[in-house]
């Protein structure tokens, strides 16, 4: 089992950067795929990104391509949101989450298993 913690969220202007960090803490972290999903007001969750386990292959959203990056430090059991050139649609509760087995979706909430209690993003145009 492992439980995460996300840190990191805020208030931005449009253009702006943040980066969200996940911790993660129980089982050996490198075990789990790891996703970033976000919940904006009125609407269902959304997968953004997710950075596999074993060979670290990176899935997008296409709203995010270009502008999102994942990274994975196994030494400190985290795993970073770099989120740059915002725009106010991705204002949102960002939550990650650690899936144990192979995913198919990367995108389906229903393949993680473990998830953190989110931190708001809000991007002001």
């Known amino acids: 089992q492992v439980q995460l913690v996300e840190s990191g969220g805020g208030s931005v202007q449009a253009g702006g950067s943040l980066r969200l960090s996940c911790a993660a803490s129980?089982?050996?972290?490198?075990?789990?795929?790891i996703g970033w999903f976000r919940q904006a007001p009125g609407k269902g969750r959304e997968g953004v990104i997710c950075?596999?386990?074993?060979?670290?292959?990176?899935y997008y959203a296409d709203s995010v391509k270009g502008r999102f990056t994942i990274s994975r430090d196994n030494t400190k059991n985290t795993v970073y949101l770099q989120m740059d050139s915002l725009k106010s649609e991705d204002t949102a509760v960002y939550y990650c989450?650690?899936?144990?087995?192979?995913?198919?979706?990367?995108?389906?909430?229903?393949?993680?298993?473990?998830w953190g209690q989110g931190t708001q993003v809000t991007v002001s145009s």
């Open positions: 950075l596999t386990r074993g060979d670290g292959r990176t």
């Open positions: 129980g089982r050996t972290f490198t075990s789990y795929a």
């Open positions: 989450a650690a899936a144990p087995n192979r995913i198919s979706i990367w995108y389906s909430e229903y393949e993680y298993d473990y």
